[in-house]
């Protein structure tokens, strides 16, 4: 079973300084294409979604160049004994301001006021422009039985799953990490999601993954090594 990524006090790198750290960082910059930044505080840059080229895997769109990437994790996957199911990848901020709008419109009609509905959407959409989904290279995935199994396969407690112990664990040897950890919320600016997984390439995932790092934290260890 893969350790809790929100659990870092036992790893084997916790204990290292920053100049260690740095030393041991992978050769990457933070402008390169995987790494890109998508929080509630760093929007979508401007004309991102006309210059990337996305491609369809198993119904979904995503950047064509994490395809290979994706389908190799879920024949591993299919072969450990998990069926893998690709709820969402690529979202176009027009579908992103759809779904905010529904769900906004929903709470307001239940007697909320603009400011509340807005809280309360907020928790479950990102502000269209600042979702990851709007890159291409996030993808929710849960396996089949669990999704078949339950109305909102994408809550938490997915990680009491199998499946979902050999994605946080195998997932960085293609390039995958889990986005948003527990207990790092204030890092991320999201809540804990358990089927969220993002690429950022091989290297950068295993360094990721191996110092239960949040990408934030990532980055910003990359720009001072810059």
């Given at each position: 079973?893969?350790?809790?990524?929100?659990?870092?006090?036992?790893?084997?790198?916790?204990?290292?300084?920053?100049?260690?750290?740095?030393?041991?960082?992978p050769?990457?910059?933070t402008?390169?294409?995987?790494?890109?930044?998508?929080?509630?505080?760093?929007p979508?840059?401007?004309?991102?979604?006309?210059?990337?080229?996305?491609?369809?895997?198993?119904?979904?769109?995503?950047?064509?160049?994490?395809?290979?990437?994706?389908?190799?994790?879920?024949a591993?996957?299919?072969?450990?004994?998990?069926t893998?199911?690709?709820?969402?990848?690529?979202?176009?901020?027009?579908?992103?301001?759809?779904n905010?709008?529904?769900?906004?419109?929903h709470?307001?009609?239940?007697?909320?006021?603009?400011a509340?509905?807005?809280?309360?959407?907020?928790?479950q959409?990102?502000?269209?422009?600042?979702?990851?989904?709007?890159?291409?290279?996030?993808?929710?995935?849960?396996?089949?039985?669990?999704?078949?199994?339950?109305?909102?396969?994408?809550?938490?407690?997915?990680?009491?799953?199998?499946s979902?112990?050999?994605?946080?664990?195998?997932?960085?040897?293609?390039?995958?990490?889990?986005?948003?950890?527990?207990?790092?919320?204030?890092?991320?600016?999201?809540?804990?999601?358990?089927?969220?997984?993002?690429?950022?390439?091989?290297e950068?995932?295993?360094?990721?993954?191996?110092?239960?790092?949040?990408?934030?934290?990532?980055?910003e260890?990359?720009?001072?090594?810059?």
């Amino acid at each position: 079973m893969a350790q809790d990524p929100s659990q870092s006090d036992d790893s084997p790198h916790a204990e290292q300084t920053l100049h260690e750290q740095l030393a041991d960082l992978p050769d990457a910059k933070t402008t390169d294409w995987e790494l890109i930044l998508i929080n509630p505080t760093h929007p979508l840059p401007n004309d991102y979604e006309k210059n990337t080229q996305y491609q369809e895997a198993d119904g979904e769109p995503m950047d064509a160049r994490i395809v290979d990437a994706y389908l190799e994790m879920k024949a591993a996957a299919q072969k450990a004994g998990y069926t893998l199911h690709l709820g969402s990848a690529y979202r176009s901020v027009e579908h992103q301001q759809f779904n905010y709008d529904w769900h906004m419109n929903h709470y307001m009609e239940q007697g909320m006021s603009e400011a509340d509905a807005k809280k309360e959407t907020e928790k479950q959409i990102a502000k269209p422009g600042y979702s990851e989904h709007h890159s291409g290279l996030a993808l929710d995935i849960v396996d089949e039985e669990w999704f078949k199994s339950h109305d909102d396969p994408y809550i938490p407690e997915y990680d009491t799953q199998d499946s979902q112990h050999w994605l946080v664990e195998h997932a960085p040897e293609y390039g995958f990490i889990l986005r948003y950890l527990k207990g790092k919320e204030n890092e991320t600016g999201t809540g804990y999601e358990s089927w969220h997984f993002r690429y950022v390439g091989v290297e950068n995932a295993k360094y990721i993954a191996a110092h239960q790092l949040t990408l934030e934290k990532y980055l910003e260890l990359l720009a001072e090594k810059e």
